[in-house]
Protein backbone atom coordinates (compact mmCIF):
# COMPACT_ATOMS: atom_id res chain seq x y z
CA UNK A 1 0.00 0.00 0.00
CA UNK A 2 1.14 3.41 -0.79
CA UNK A 3 1.43 6.24 1.81
CA UNK A 4 -2.34 7.59 -0.15
CA UNK A 5 -3.33 3.91 0.14
CA UNK A 6 -3.10 4.29 3.97
CA UNK A 7 -4.51 7.66 4.14
CA UNK A 8 -7.88 6.60 1.95
CA UNK A 9 -7.82 3.27 4.17
CA UNK A 10 -8.30 5.26 7.48
CA UNK A 11 -10.73 7.44 5.97
CA UNK A 12 -12.94 4.27 4.92
CA UNK A 13 -12.44 2.71 8.28
CA UNK A 14 -13.96 6.03 10.01
CA UNK A 15 -16.99 5.57 7.57
CA UNK A 16 -17.14 1.93 8.28
CA UNK A 17 -17.13 2.09 11.72
CA UNK A 18 -20.01 4.95 11.59
CA UNK A 19 -22.09 2.13 10.09
CA UNK A 20 -21.82 0.19 13.02
CA UNK A 21 -21.61 2.67 15.85
CA UNK A 22 -25.41 2.69 17.08
CA UNK A 23 -25.16 -1.11 17.89
CA UNK A 24 -22.89 -0.17 20.69
CA UNK A 25 -24.97 1.84 22.83
CA UNK A 26 -23.69 5.50 23.90
CA UNK A 27 -20.93 8.17 22.73
CA UNK A 28 -18.04 6.60 25.08
CA UNK A 29 -18.83 2.68 24.07
CA UNK A 30 -19.02 3.68 20.28
CA UNK A 31 -15.55 4.99 21.09
CA UNK A 32 -14.47 2.37 22.16
CA UNK A 33 -15.27 -0.07 19.65
CA UNK A 34 -13.57 2.19 17.17
CA UNK A 35 -10.24 2.26 19.50
CA UNK A 36 -10.52 -1.53 19.62
CA UNK A 37 -11.44 -1.91 15.77
CA UNK A 38 -8.21 0.26 14.81
CA UNK A 39 -6.27 -1.71 17.73
CA UNK A 40 -6.75 -4.98 15.88
CA UNK A 41 -5.83 -3.71 12.61
CA UNK A 42 -3.09 -1.36 13.49
CA UNK A 43 -1.27 -2.64 16.58
CA UNK A 44 2.37 -3.83 15.40
CA UNK A 45 2.49 -6.56 18.07
CA UNK A 46 0.81 -8.11 20.91
CA UNK A 47 -3.23 -7.12 19.91
CA UNK A 48 -4.43 -7.38 23.34
CA UNK A 49 -6.60 -4.81 25.42
CA UNK A 50 -3.73 -2.75 26.91
CA UNK A 51 -1.28 -2.16 24.18
CA UNK A 52 -4.47 -1.41 22.06
CA UNK A 53 -5.43 1.06 24.78
CA UNK A 54 -1.65 2.47 25.03
CA UNK A 55 -0.82 2.17 21.46
CA UNK A 56 -4.42 3.65 19.47
CA UNK A 57 -6.60 4.82 22.54
CA UNK A 58 -6.48 7.11 25.19
CA UNK A 59 -4.98 4.90 27.37
CA UNK A 60 -7.25 3.89 30.19
CA UNK A 61 -7.50 0.24 29.94
CA UNK A 62 -10.07 -0.31 32.91
CA UNK A 63 -12.37 1.19 30.04
CA UNK A 64 -11.54 -0.52 27.41
CA UNK A 65 -11.49 -4.10 29.33
CA UNK A 66 -15.58 -3.54 31.00
CA UNK A 67 -16.18 -2.66 27.30
CA UNK A 68 -15.38 -5.91 26.31
CA UNK A 69 -16.22 -7.98 28.96
CA UNK A 70 -19.38 -6.75 30.80
CA UNK A 71 -20.71 -3.97 28.23
CA UNK A 72 -24.16 -4.61 27.62
CA UNK A 73 -24.17 -4.54 23.67
CA UNK A 74 -25.07 -7.65 21.84
CA UNK A 75 -22.26 -9.25 19.61
CA UNK A 76 -25.30 -10.99 17.72
CA UNK A 77 -26.39 -7.34 16.07
CA UNK A 78 -23.48 -6.69 15.14
CA UNK A 79 -22.72 -10.13 13.35
CA UNK A 80 -26.30 -9.31 11.93
CA UNK A 81 -24.99 -5.94 10.29
CA UNK A 82 -22.16 -8.17 8.95
CA UNK A 83 -24.30 -10.16 7.27
CA UNK A 84 -26.18 -7.12 5.97
CA UNK A 85 -22.66 -5.89 4.80
CA UNK A 86 -22.08 -9.59 3.23
CA UNK A 87 -25.73 -9.81 1.15
CA UNK A 88 -24.80 -6.01 -0.04
CA UNK A 89 -20.85 -6.05 -1.05
CA UNK A 90 -19.49 -9.47 -1.14
CA UNK A 91 -22.80 -11.92 -2.21
CA UNK A 92 -23.72 -10.15 -5.59
CA UNK A 93 -20.52 -11.45 -6.97
CA UNK A 94 -21.39 -15.42 -6.75
CA UNK A 95 -24.40 -14.68 -8.42
CA UNK A 96 -25.30 -16.44 -11.95
CA UNK A 97 -22.37 -18.51 -10.86
CA UNK A 98 -22.55 -22.44 -10.62
CA UNK A 99 -21.35 -22.68 -7.32
CA UNK A 100 -23.05 -19.25 -5.39
CA UNK A 101 -22.90 -18.35 -1.75
CA UNK A 102 -21.29 -20.81 0.27
CA UNK A 103 -21.90 -21.14 4.51
CA UNK A 104 -18.45 -23.19 5.93
CA UNK A 105 -19.03 -24.43 9.20
CA UNK A 106 -16.01 -24.45 11.47
CA UNK A 107 -14.68 -24.83 14.67
CA UNK A 108 -11.16 -23.37 16.14
CA UNK A 109 -9.59 -23.77 20.02
CA UNK A 110 -7.39 -21.36 22.04
CA UNK A 111 -5.18 -22.92 24.32
CA UNK A 112 -5.80 -20.82 27.79
CA UNK A 113 -4.36 -21.78 31.17
CA UNK A 114 -5.98 -22.15 34.62
CA UNK A 115 -10.43 -23.17 34.81
CA UNK A 116 -12.12 -19.62 35.35
CA UNK A 117 -12.64 -18.96 31.32
CA UNK A 118 -15.68 -19.63 30.16
CA UNK A 119 -16.21 -23.36 28.54
CA UNK A 120 -12.02 -24.13 29.32
CA UNK A 121 -11.50 -27.72 29.62
CA UNK A 122 -9.44 -30.47 28.23
CA UNK A 123 -10.29 -30.62 24.30
CA UNK A 124 -8.61 -32.28 21.13
CA UNK A 125 -6.23 -30.07 19.78
CA UNK A 126 -6.05 -30.40 16.02
CA UNK A 127 -2.77 -28.71 14.93
CA UNK A 128 -1.03 -30.62 18.00
CA UNK A 129 -2.67 -33.68 17.34
CA UNK A 130 -3.03 -34.13 21.13
CA UNK A 131 -5.26 -32.53 23.65
CA UNK A 132 -4.58 -29.53 25.22
CA UNK A 133 -6.09 -26.98 27.97
CA UNK A 134 -8.30 -24.71 25.61
CA UNK A 135 -12.05 -22.48 24.23
CA UNK A 136 -13.45 -23.94 21.38
CA UNK A 137 -15.75 -21.97 19.03
CA UNK A 138 -17.86 -22.73 16.23
CA UNK A 139 -18.32 -20.85 13.04
CA UNK A 140 -20.38 -20.03 10.48
CA UNK A 141 -18.85 -18.49 7.46
CA UNK A 142 -19.90 -16.99 4.53
CA UNK A 143 -17.99 -17.63 1.26
CA UNK A 144 -18.07 -15.82 -2.57
CA UNK A 145 -16.23 -14.90 -5.07
CA UNK A 146 -15.44 -11.75 -3.97
CA UNK A 147 -14.39 -12.64 -0.46
CA UNK A 148 -15.08 -14.21 3.04
CA UNK A 149 -17.00 -12.71 6.05
CA UNK A 150 -17.70 -14.40 9.87
CA UNK A 151 -21.43 -14.42 9.45
CA UNK A 152 -22.17 -16.11 12.94
CA UNK A 153 -20.25 -17.80 16.13
CA UNK A 154 -21.01 -18.89 18.96
CA UNK A 155 -18.34 -20.24 22.05
CA UNK A 156 -18.75 -24.15 22.97
CA UNK A 157 -19.44 -25.14 26.63
CA UNK A 158 -18.10 -28.96 27.34
CA UNK A 159 -20.35 -31.43 28.88
CA UNK A 160 -17.76 -30.78 32.19
CA UNK A 161 -19.23 -27.40 32.51
CA UNK A 162 -22.96 -29.25 33.47
CA UNK A 163 -21.63 -31.49 35.92
CA UNK A 164 -20.83 -32.22 38.93
CA UNK A 165 -21.49 -29.93 42.50
CA UNK A 166 -19.37 -26.66 41.05
CA UNK A 167 -20.96 -26.58 37.57
CA UNK A 168 -23.49 -23.86 38.32
CA UNK A 169 -20.67 -21.88 40.29
CA UNK A 170 -18.34 -21.95 37.62
CA UNK A 171 -20.90 -20.93 34.93
CA UNK A 172 -22.42 -17.86 37.08
CA UNK A 173 -18.59 -16.74 37.39
CA UNK A 174 -18.06 -16.86 33.79
CA UNK A 175 -21.24 -14.85 32.99
CA UNK A 176 -22.73 -17.41 31.00
CA UNK A 177 -26.59 -16.71 31.00
CA UNK A 178 -28.73 -18.51 33.14
CA UNK A 179 -30.74 -21.22 31.40
CA UNK A 180 -28.21 -21.75 28.60
CA UNK A 181 -28.26 -25.50 27.31
CA UNK A 182 -25.40 -27.62 26.68
CA UNK A 183 -25.41 -28.00 22.82
CA UNK A 184 -23.17 -30.07 20.79
CA UNK A 185 -21.16 -28.85 18.55
CA UNK A 186 -23.40 -29.50 15.48
CA UNK A 187 -25.81 -28.68 17.46
CA UNK A 188 -24.67 -25.16 17.21
CA UNK A 189 -23.83 -25.40 13.78
CA UNK A 190 -27.35 -26.37 12.79
CA UNK A 191 -28.54 -23.20 15.29
CA UNK A 192 -25.87 -20.81 13.87
CA UNK A 193 -27.58 -22.15 10.12
CA UNK A 194 -31.02 -21.94 10.91
CA UNK A 195 -30.67 -18.60 12.31
CA UNK A 196 -28.90 -16.96 9.02
CA UNK A 197 -31.80 -19.14 7.26
CA UNK A 198 -34.61 -18.06 9.25
CA UNK A 199 -33.43 -14.00 9.30
CA UNK A 200 -33.24 -14.68 5.19
CA UNK A 201 -30.46 -11.63 5.06
CA UNK A 202 -28.16 -14.03 3.61
CA UNK A 203 -29.12 -16.89 1.35
CA UNK A 204 -27.00 -19.59 1.38
CA UNK A 205 -26.77 -21.89 -1.95
CA UNK A 206 -24.57 -24.66 -0.22
CA UNK A 207 -23.55 -25.37 3.43
CA UNK A 208 -20.06 -27.53 3.76
CA UNK A 209 -18.30 -29.07 7.02
CA UNK A 210 -15.22 -31.45 7.69
CA UNK A 211 -16.18 -34.88 8.84
CA UNK A 212 -16.79 -33.85 12.50
CA UNK A 213 -19.75 -32.02 11.45
CA UNK A 214 -20.78 -34.32 8.24
CA UNK A 215 -21.12 -37.50 10.18
CA UNK A 216 -23.83 -36.67 12.32
CA UNK A 217 -27.34 -36.62 11.11
CA UNK A 218 -29.13 -35.00 13.25
CA UNK A 219 -26.84 -32.04 11.66
CA UNK A 220 -28.49 -33.39 8.09
CA UNK A 221 -31.59 -33.83 9.39
CA UNK A 222 -32.12 -30.24 10.10
CA UNK A 223 -30.52 -29.04 6.79
CA UNK A 224 -32.83 -30.85 5.15
CA UNK A 225 -35.54 -29.84 7.32
CA UNK A 226 -34.68 -26.33 6.20
CA UNK A 227 -34.31 -27.31 2.71
CA UNK A 228 -30.71 -26.32 2.86
CA UNK A 229 -28.80 -27.88 0.14
CA UNK A 230 -25.13 -29.08 1.88
CA UNK A 231 -21.90 -31.20 0.76
CA UNK A 232 -20.19 -32.26 3.95
CA UNK A 233 -16.89 -34.05 4.29
CA UNK A 234 -17.47 -37.60 6.18
CA UNK A 235 -15.16 -40.25 7.33
CA UNK A 236 -13.65 -43.53 5.60
CA UNK A 237 -16.04 -45.51 7.80
CA UNK A 238 -19.86 -44.25 6.33
CA UNK A 239 -21.57 -46.64 4.78
CA UNK A 240 -24.59 -45.77 1.55
CA UNK A 241 -26.72 -47.65 -0.26
CA UNK A 242 -25.25 -48.28 -3.82
CA UNK A 243 -29.01 -49.15 -4.99
CA UNK A 244 -31.94 -47.79 -3.99
CA UNK A 245 -33.12 -50.02 -0.67
CA UNK A 246 -37.13 -49.66 -2.14
CA UNK A 247 -35.76 -52.02 -4.49
CA UNK A 248 -33.87 -54.40 -1.94
CA UNK A 249 -37.10 -55.94 0.10
CA UNK A 250 -36.41 -59.52 -0.89
CA UNK A 251 -39.28 -61.08 -2.56
CA UNK A 252 -41.92 -63.28 -0.44
CA UNK A 253 -41.27 -66.56 0.28
CA UNK A 254 -44.85 -67.28 0.77
CA UNK A 255 -43.98 -68.14 4.76
CA UNK A 256 -44.73 -66.17 7.30
CA UNK A 257 -45.02 -62.46 7.06
CA UNK A 258 -43.56 -60.71 4.02
CA UNK A 259 -40.59 -59.31 4.20
CA UNK A 260 -40.41 -55.20 4.61
CA UNK A 261 -36.53 -54.70 5.28
CA UNK A 262 -34.63 -54.07 2.77
CA UNK A 263 -31.25 -56.30 2.49
CA UNK A 264 -28.49 -54.96 3.96
CA UNK A 265 -26.37 -56.57 0.69
CA UNK A 266 -26.47 -53.45 -1.61
CA UNK A 267 -25.06 -51.14 1.66
CA UNK A 268 -21.14 -50.13 0.77
CA UNK A 269 -18.51 -48.20 2.57
CA UNK A 270 -18.07 -45.30 0.78
CA UNK A 271 -14.21 -46.56 0.53
CA UNK A 272 -15.69 -49.55 -1.61
CA UNK A 273 -17.76 -47.31 -3.31
CA UNK A 274 -14.65 -45.50 -4.60
CA UNK A 275 -12.40 -48.70 -4.83
CA UNK A 276 -15.49 -49.84 -8.02
CA UNK A 277 -15.00 -47.12 -9.64
CA UNK A 278 -14.05 -47.19 -13.43
CA UNK A 279 -11.29 -45.20 -14.72
CA UNK A 280 -13.41 -43.37 -16.86
CA UNK A 281 -15.57 -41.92 -13.68
CA UNK A 282 -12.55 -40.07 -12.29
CA UNK A 283 -12.23 -36.15 -14.00
CA UNK A 284 -9.31 -33.96 -13.43
CA UNK A 285 -10.29 -30.04 -12.44
CA UNK A 286 -8.26 -27.53 -11.05
CA UNK A 287 -9.73 -25.91 -7.92
CA UNK A 288 -7.33 -22.94 -7.50
CA UNK A 289 -4.47 -21.41 -7.62
CA UNK A 290 -1.54 -23.28 -5.13
CA UNK A 291 1.32 -21.83 -3.70
CA UNK A 292 3.64 -23.13 -6.45
CA UNK A 293 1.07 -23.43 -8.99
CA UNK A 294 -2.24 -25.06 -10.18
CA UNK A 295 -3.77 -27.11 -7.57
CA UNK A 296 -5.46 -29.96 -9.49
CA UNK A 297 -7.36 -33.09 -7.81
CA UNK A 298 -9.48 -35.55 -9.85
CA UNK A 299 -12.57 -35.70 -8.44
CA UNK A 300 -16.10 -38.84 -8.73
CA UNK A 301 -19.53 -38.39 -7.88
CA UNK A 302 -22.05 -41.05 -7.35
CA UNK A 303 -25.69 -41.41 -6.46
CA UNK A 304 -26.17 -43.57 -3.74
CA UNK A 305 -29.07 -43.27 -0.82
CA UNK A 306 -27.90 -42.50 2.58
CA UNK A 307 -27.72 -44.87 5.74
CA UNK A 308 -29.35 -42.56 8.34
CA UNK A 309 -29.33 -43.62 11.63
CA UNK A 310 -29.23 -47.41 10.49
CA UNK A 311 -32.01 -46.71 8.54
CA UNK A 312 -32.25 -46.09 4.46
CA UNK A 313 -32.09 -42.94 4.25
CA UNK A 314 -32.68 -40.25 0.91
CA UNK A 315 -30.97 -40.17 -2.27
CA UNK A 316 -27.82 -38.57 -1.79
CA UNK A 317 -24.69 -38.01 -3.95
CA UNK A 318 -21.02 -39.39 -2.89
CA UNK A 319 -18.18 -37.03 -4.18
CA UNK A 320 -14.98 -38.36 -3.69
CA UNK A 321 -11.56 -36.31 -3.89
CA UNK A 322 -8.30 -37.47 -5.04
CA UNK A 323 -4.68 -36.02 -4.94
CA UNK A 324 -2.46 -36.85 -7.98
CA UNK A 325 0.61 -37.78 -5.82
CA UNK A 326 2.02 -41.66 -5.85
CA UNK A 327 -0.09 -42.33 -2.61
CA UNK A 328 -2.58 -40.60 -2.85
CA UNK A 329 -4.99 -38.71 -0.20
CA UNK A 330 -8.75 -39.20 -0.31
CA UNK A 331 -11.67 -37.33 0.99
CA UNK A 332 -15.28 -38.95 0.62
CA UNK A 333 -18.25 -35.91 0.72
CA UNK A 334 -21.65 -36.74 0.92
CA UNK A 335 -24.61 -34.36 -0.65
CA UNK A 336 -28.06 -33.24 -0.87
CA UNK A 337 -27.82 -32.22 -4.13
CA UNK A 338 -30.67 -32.88 -6.62
CA UNK A 339 -29.52 -35.79 -9.55
CA UNK A 340 -29.00 -32.58 -11.93
CA UNK A 341 -26.29 -31.22 -9.88
CA UNK A 342 -23.01 -31.29 -12.51
CA UNK A 343 -20.19 -33.05 -10.06
CA UNK A 344 -18.24 -29.96 -10.91
CA UNK A 345 -20.29 -28.04 -8.81
CA UNK A 346 -19.89 -30.13 -6.41
CA UNK A 347 -16.01 -30.12 -6.52
CA UNK A 348 -15.94 -26.32 -6.06
CA UNK A 349 -17.92 -26.49 -3.21
CA UNK A 350 -16.16 -28.60 -1.38
CA UNK A 351 -12.59 -26.67 -2.55
CA UNK A 352 -14.37 -23.46 -0.66
CA UNK A 353 -13.19 -24.52 2.52
CA UNK A 354 -10.03 -22.86 1.77
CA UNK A 355 -11.23 -19.96 2.46
CA UNK A 356 -12.03 -20.49 5.53
CA UNK A 357 -8.38 -22.02 6.45
CA UNK A 358 -7.45 -18.22 5.28
CA UNK A 359 -9.85 -16.51 7.13
CA UNK A 360 -8.91 -18.27 10.61
CA UNK A 361 -4.96 -17.96 9.60
CA UNK A 362 -5.46 -13.85 8.86
CA UNK A 363 -7.43 -13.08 11.57
CA UNK A 364 -5.45 -14.95 14.19
CA UNK A 365 -1.77 -14.08 12.73
CA UNK A 366 -2.89 -10.53 12.21
CA UNK A 367 -6.12 -9.46 13.37
CA UNK A 368 -5.51 -10.67 17.40
CA UNK A 369 -8.38 -13.57 17.10
CA UNK A 370 -6.14 -15.45 19.92
CA UNK A 371 -4.98 -12.69 21.75
CA UNK A 372 -7.98 -11.88 23.71
CA UNK A 373 -7.78 -11.34 27.55
CA UNK A 374 -11.16 -11.68 28.89
CA UNK A 375 -12.67 -14.54 30.90
CA UNK A 376 -16.10 -14.14 30.15
CA UNK A 377 -18.60 -15.52 27.78
CA UNK A 378 -20.03 -11.71 26.95
CA UNK A 379 -16.47 -10.86 26.55
CA UNK A 380 -15.46 -14.16 24.23
CA UNK A 381 -18.64 -13.00 21.94
CA UNK A 382 -17.97 -9.36 21.91
CA UNK A 383 -14.22 -10.15 20.68
CA UNK A 384 -15.28 -12.09 18.15
CA UNK A 385 -17.56 -10.04 16.67
CA UNK A 386 -14.88 -7.24 16.87
CA UNK A 387 -12.80 -9.53 14.60
CA UNK A 388 -15.20 -10.18 12.34
CA UNK A 389 -15.87 -7.04 11.90
CA UNK A 390 -12.08 -6.45 11.21
CA UNK A 391 -11.75 -9.19 8.65
CA UNK A 392 -14.45 -7.71 7.27
CA UNK A 393 -12.76 -3.83 6.82
CA UNK A 394 -9.98 -5.90 5.39
CA UNK A 395 -11.54 -7.83 2.99
CA UNK A 396 -13.68 -4.69 2.12
CA UNK A 397 -9.95 -2.76 1.36
CA UNK A 398 -7.98 -5.60 -0.74
CA UNK A 399 -10.81 -5.45 -3.37
CA UNK A 400 -10.60 -1.67 -3.32
CA UNK A 401 -7.22 -1.98 -3.89
CA UNK A 402 -7.26 -4.93 -6.55
CA UNK A 403 -10.19 -2.35 -8.52
CA UNK A 404 -7.54 0.15 -8.35
CA UNK A 405 -4.75 -2.14 -9.48
CA UNK A 406 -6.92 -3.02 -12.44
CA UNK A 407 -7.39 0.70 -13.54
Same mark, same amino acid.
Given at each position: MTPDDVRAAAERLVQFHRRFAPLFGKDQAQDHAYTYLKGLLCCPERKSIEPIALCVGTGQVSGLQKFIAVA???AGGVQDEIQSVFADELAPSAAGTPIGTVGVIDE? /??SKKGTKSAGVARQHNGRLGKEDNRQVGVYLIGVAPAGSALLDHRLYLPRSWYEGDEAARRREE???PEGTPFRTKPQIAGEL??????? /??VGLDWVTADEAYGQNGELLDELEGLGQRYLMEVPTTTTVWAEDPASCVPPYSGRGQPPRRP???AVRSVVALAAGLPAGAWRRLRVREGAVGPLVFEFAAVRAWAVRHRKPGPPIWVLIRRSLEAEPEVKYYVSNGDAATPPGVLAGVACTRHQVEDFLEDSKSY????QYETRSWVGWHHHMALVGLAHLFVVLTRRVLKKKSRA
Open positions: PWDS /GFAHIVRDVVVT /GVSRDLGMA
